[in-house]
């Protein structure tokens, strides 16, 4: 961590610092170790932390770091490094240190501290065989474990789960600082996206809004009785792809399938009011799809699609081919919902056709059709959603780090970003020196009024993030800055840097107290 010498990051040690500063056993000044997740600091920790300060002269405060967290899905609440601060932070505590180790046994062997701080619960009905395993290693060298009196619990999952504090903008800090990213580094990522050059390829769809009001029902059958008031249109599933990519400023090709039918003739007129080069291949055997929500009073009373699922024909997946293969944009989006145009039949083919050292991406957003994120193997990126990612994978019971980094492995993609919809989201890459594994976001919506759609401005803004930057955390934050806009809007409108640029501003305002 940078600048530790300032304030109270000076106690956040290494392994090898902490080691330095106390000195080799025997020592003059007692040192007394705790150790835990210290996901939300509670009095229950701080009843310990003073407990365990009373008996020796230095406190060493250890915490498990974010891979090892596991008890619990979307855990930790609090990142490891912002932990850490917290600790620090503390005037009973004198070093603060991350263990890297899922258990604390090398870092107690290394360290040797005269006493292990333990909480009440870890004693009081006979030692667990991983608390025997700690006072085994204490044993070696002399040490010896206390027990913290009283019966407090001391863990933070109750107030977690129950009332979670609002932590969005310290994470964020907390993440850009280790990442070296700054405010102007995701503003000038952010304007720099213009001219970018995208390829986009993938099922359109119609979202109608009926809205309604509720007359009545009937009286012999269970029937809503619903007035019709008006309906509005929007262009959505990849078609809504390439208008917040031509929004945020990329020129855009979109390459479709459309019927032959009033709803194409809108598609279009739509799609050229926002500067998005449409390569549509009308087949005249399908509609296009269309799913009407019907509303009465902001409760959705009933959703009728209209859509024909089958596969494109050979001659469709031809034209296909030749419009992916002939593409010199600077990146590719395979935008899948499942209405015929990728299935097993056709994705491989598709795949094959895209040329050389184009940045690729692949979506998959399906609701109520089956789709699998992993038919789209060695991508640059992918961003699908929790549901979908447990479906690639048939794994319903894993906690989300562990299921995404199975999917990062398998997809063999460089980047994932999972999106956890209110949860945030949580992204995977390929681990150095210099960056660990995943990190996770909060969510930065406000406000939801229509979720529909901001899965495809989060991929719209990172894709074009990535590409310019090829930092994974400024694609990240600026595809969740661009979702949460998307959330606070009715219907499927593009997204605008303004719009997201006004939630850097926010964040930036809020984090620095303006």
């Not at 991350?98 to 009440?120: H, M, S």
Request: neutral net charge.
């Amino acid at each position: 961590m940078a600048n530790k010498n300032k304030g109270y990051e000076r106690k956040i040690k290494t392994r090898e610092e902490l080691i330095e500063a106390i000195g080799p056993r025997p020592r003059k000044k007692k040192v007394i170790m705790c150790h835990g997740t210290f996901d939300l600091v509670h009095p229950g920790h701080i009843r310990h932390l003073m407990y365990a300060k009373s008996k020796a002269d230095i406190l060493i405060a250890s915490l498990t770091s974010d891979p090892h967290i596991k008890k619990a899905d979307y855990r930790p609440f609090v990142p490891q490094d912002l932990r850490a601060m917290n600790l620090a932070a503390l005037e009973m505590v004198d070093y603060v240190i991350v263990d890297g180790n899922e258990t604390p046994l090398e870092n107690l062997a290394a360290i040797q501290p005269d006493f292990f701080a333990k909480g009440y619960e870890y004693g009081k009905e006979g030692l667990h065989p991983k608390t025997q395993e700690e006072v085994n290693v204490l044993d070696s060298y002399g040490g010896e474990v206390l027990f913290t009196p009283g019966d407090v619990v001391y863990s933070s999952s109750f107030v977690i789960e129950n009332n979670p504090p609002n932590l969005t903008a310290e994470k964020l800090q907390i993440l850009m600082k280790g990442e070296g990213v700054t405010f102007d580094d995701l503003k000038n990522a952010l304007l720099s996206m213009n001219g970018v050059r995208v390829h986009v390829v993938g099922d359109t769809i119609v979202d109608t809004y009926t809205y309604c009001t509720l007359i009545g029902g009937m009286t012999k059958t269970p029937t809503f009785s619903l007035r019709y008031d008006q309906h509005k249109d929007y262009v959505g599933g990849a078609g809504i792809v390439a208008k917040h990519l031509c929004k945020a400023g990329a020129s855009v090709r979109f390459t479709t399938v459309l019927g032959d039918d009033e709803l194409k003739n809108y598609v279009l007129k739509d799609l050229q009011e926002y500067g998005v080069q449409c390569n549509a291949v009308i087949d005249p055997t399908r509609p296009t799809t269309q799913k009407n929500v019907f509303t009465a009073s902001n409760y959705r009373m009933l959703k009728v699609d209209k859509l024909d699922n089958r596969s494109i024909s050979d001659k469709i997946l031809k034209k296909f081919k030749e419009s992916i293969a002939s593409s010199e944009e600077d990146i590719i989006v395979f935008s899948d919902f499942r209405h015929g145009i990728f299935n097993q039949r056709t994705i491989s083919d598709m795949i094959a056709a895209i040329p050389e050292k184009i940045l690729k991406v692949a979506d998959s957003q399906v609701a109520s059709r089956w789709g699998n994120i992993l038919d789209f193997q060695n991508f640059d990126l992918i961003t699908p959603n929790e549901k979908e990612a447990r479906f690639s994978l048939g794994d319903q019971d894993s906690t989300v780090r562990p299921l995404a980094m199975d999917l990062f492995i398998k997809s063999k993609c460089k980047l994932l970003i999972l999106k956890l919809g209110e949860r945030g989201s949580i992204t995977y890459r390929a681990p150095s020196p210099e960056a660990r594994s995943f990190f996770i976001l909060d969510s930065f919506t406000k406000n939801v009024v229509d979720a529909v759609g901001s899965g495809d401005a989060y991929l719209s803004y990172a894709s074009l993030a990535f590409f310019k930057t090829e930092n994974s955390v400024i694609a990240s934050i600026l595809g969740a800055m661009a979702a949460a806009a998307a959330c606070e809007n009715e219907g499927n409108i593009p997204v605008s840097p303004d719009d997201v640029m006004k939630k850097i501003q926010k964040f930036e305002k809020e984090i620095r107290y303006e």
